[in-house]
């Protein structure tokens, strides 16, 4: 398999890593194309990898969009007649990018990969939508799994639902916590703060453009602030029942309720 990782940033690398790692050399090369010529020559260096120009006309078994969300479109449409066999990407969102591949690549197996975690926290879950499989996608995904990854199908429409929760709105909650509480001594902090405390220092750890576009991309922050609003606004009745409804008492989790 010949692969064009096209974004030579840690997910990129991921791939490249991953798929390299579940093949004899013979049997797998991997170019890297970026729009900062150096990032991909850093990338290449140390792998087994070459360097392709982003704007070029090279042609490839596979392509692998690790790109932000937001550039996915563009990209599909502009990467897909450099695939051959294949056309996936690992953004993040899913729906776009399913649409985007098929509407430019309807020739091609498609497929949608997001790893929940970031790579120096491998490894974990990976979502997949697969829109159209066939032996390329399926031996990405095999290499995925033999990196001790637990891939699972779901549907665009789920995921990027599911990613208004377990991103957009656990960074908002963890982002804002951080930043409406004060600075106190460690001897303070009970189990939730100290809890609250480690996610916050690993949230803040990372890139805020990243952060910024899952921001952009999900809804859940507008209800994360609505709930704070209801809790700070309750009375002790209200409180309980809010209380309640966050301990799952019944159908208490449905926001939508």
Do not use: K
Not at 125 to 141: F, L, S
Not at 213 to 227: H, K, S, T, V
């Amino acid at each position: 398999m010949d692969l064009l990782v096209v974004g030579a940033g840690e997910i990129g690398r991921w791939v490249a890593d991953t798929v390299s790692a579940d093949a004899a050399p013979a049997d797998v090369s991997v170019a890297f194309a970026d729009r900062d010529t150096a990032v991909a020559a850093d990338a290449a260096d140390g792998r087994d990898a070459r360097t392709v120009a982003a704007d070029g006309d090279t042609v490839h078994d596979v392509v692998c969009l690790a790109v932000p969300m937001s550039a996915v479109p563009a990209a599909v449409e502009a990467y897909a007649p450099r695939a051959e066999r294949a056309i996936v990407d690992v953004s993040g969102e899913m729906t776009d990018a399913i649409d985007a591949m098929g509407a430019h690549a309807p020739g091609l197996e498609r497929a949608s990969y997001h790893p929940l975690f970031a790579p120096p926290r491998v490894p974990g879950n990976v979502a997949v939508v697969v829109d159209a499989g066939g032996p390329a996608v399926e031996a990405i995904t095999e290499s995925i799994e033999a990196g001790g990854n637990e891939v699972f199908e779901t549907t665009a429409t789920e995921h990027d639902e599911a990613m208004e929760t377990v991103q957009a709105g656990a960074h908002a909650a963890v982002l804002a916590w951080r930043l409406a509480g004060s600075e106190v001594r460690e001897e303070f902090h009970t189990p939730v703060s100290a809890a609250l405390d480690d996610v916050a220092d690993t949230v803040t750890e990372g890139s805020p453009a990243v952060y910024a576009e899952i921001q952009r991309a999900f809804d859940g922050a507008d209800e994360l602030a609505d709930a704070a609003a209801e809790i700070a606004a309750a009375d002790e009745a209200a409180f309980t029942a809010l209380y309640e409804r966050a301990r799952g008492d019944g159908d208490a989790r449905d926001r939508h309720e």
